[in-house]
């Protein structure tokens, strides 16, 4: 910080909000002093950094210091009258290389109303279609190139899209985390997200907004399985969006109501989603989509639905394999479950699993099963049940006793 006299309280104000989200403060002044204000500094223990005789030192002082101290960066604020956007400031420290970056102020104007979101890889044939639907909408469509090895950049571009590239492919979850970020830079007040394949009906967009600002929910999600939606589903696809949406479902214990389609990326965020979800660490694949729901279900993030029409018969569809894909989700979901909900999930098979071991051992060592239903591999898989099912107990405790610490920290 870069202080004045006639600023001390403003210093005192900045201080204490760095202070609170985790931040060492270090305060120097230019040339003619700052009594007061560095009086304040002092006693809510920021290091004052004296600068040299010029006037134009003073930024040049805390950047020398905050080098000698081995700190990762510097944020420079010497508009104290204006709040900083840490979060803003964090994302712009990440995508950039500077070891300085100047103050990221909190917006007092109206901000940008809302953003279409795109994440792309090789997506050239839908792309143009999909950004000149959108435009009918908002103003600005961000296309996120993962990494396409076609036009895909060049042909969102020459239809009216903002395009950032990214050199390697960081998959649907890295390109999603781009969006977010990019959301946060610009400072906007929601965000839709669209896939780049055709799938998504981009008249569908105001339908989402609406619901949004009518109810104040942060996620609002274009669902296939909404009473007025007309998705026809393959019969494989529904199985496994069902067995999914119910892991996923139970695994977000204690929240709102089931949400009903969990897999659906076409989905409206709001300015505090969007702050939350630029600096969460999602995971880089397909099921930065679960990622999401577990974020929103621990930040108390009001979902909601509103029926959708998703196209499966598009040229460009995509092209993760269903049961790979299914898969993934599922082990995703079994193992958020487990974390979440030990004693269901793990607690109940896990004694089922001992019990019949137990009873079905001595069974065969008492002499109960007929000597021809008798053999040392029969007794082994028995003792191999109770032994995985008391495994099984085990570890449904340990994460009981770890989720009541949690909750109660």
């Not at 492919?169 to 946060?184: C, E, I, Q, S």
């Not at 577990?294 to 018969?313: F, K, L, N, Q, S």
Request: proline share 4%; charged share 25%; net charge negative.
């Amino acid at each position: 910080m870069i202080v004045a006299d006639e600023y001390a309280d403003e210093t005192a104000r900045v201080i204490l909000r760095a202070h609170s989200h985790g931040h060492p403060v270090l305060v120097t002044h230019r040339a003619g002093g700052a009594g007061e204000a560095l009086t304040f500094a002092t006693q809510l223990g920021a290091r004052v950094v004296p600068p040299e005789a010029s006037d134009d030192s003073a930024a040049k002082a805390l950047i020398e210091e905050c080098r000698r101290l081995d700190y990762p960066g510097l944020i420079i604020h010497n508009d104290l009258e204006k709040r900083i956007d840490y979060d803003r400031a964090l994302v712009e420290f990440e995508e950039s290389a500077a070891y300085v970056v100047h103050a990221k102020i909190k917006a007092d104007e109206t901000r940008t109303d809302t953003i279409v979101g795109i994440p792309a890889y090789n997506e050239g044939d839908s792309i143009a279609s999909i950004v000149s639907a959108a435009r009918e909408y908002v103003d600005t469509v961000l296309v996120v190139d993962d990494g396409s090895t076609d036009d895909t950049a060049d042909v969102a571009r020459s239809a009216g899209a903002t395009v950032f590239e990214h050199r390697q492919n960081l998959g649907y979850g890295g390109a999603l985390k781009t969006v977010f970020r990019r959301a946060l830079k610009w400072d906007v007040d929601h965000l839709v997200i669209l896939d780049g394949d055709g799938q998504h009906d981009p008249a569908d967009i105001p339908r989402l907004l609406e619901r949004q600002r009518d109810t104040g929910a942060e996620i609002v999600v274009g669902s296939r399985f909404s009473p007025d939606s007309n998705t026809m589903l393959p019969v494989y696809r529904r199985i496994g969006l069902w067995v999914v949406n119910t892991l996923v479902n139970v695994s977000m214990r204690g929240g709102n109501a089931a949400v009903r389609d969990t897999q659906s990326g076409f989905r409206a965020y709001n300015a505090r989603a969007i702050r939350s979800l630029a600096t969460e660490p999602l995971g880089d694949h397909m099921d930065a989509s679960i990622d999401v729901l577990y974020h929103a279900h621990r930040h108390g993030y009001r979902i909601e639905e509103v029926g959708t029409t998703i196209r499966y018969d598009v040229d460009n569809a995509s092209s993760h394999n269903p049961i790979v894909h299914g898969l993934v989700l599922v082990k995703r979901a079994v193992e958020t479950a487990g974390f979440e909900r030990p004693n269901t999930v793990l607690g109940a098979p896990g004694f089922t699993a001992a019990l019949f071991g137990l009873v079905t051992t001595l069974f065969f060592l008492l002499g109960y099963v007929p000597p021809a239903y008798t053999s040392p591999l029969t007794v082994i898989l028995s003792a191999v049940v109770l032994l995985a099912g008391i495994t099984v107990c085990f570890r449904a405790v340990v994460l009981g006793a770890v989720n009541t610490n949690r909750e109660h920290r």
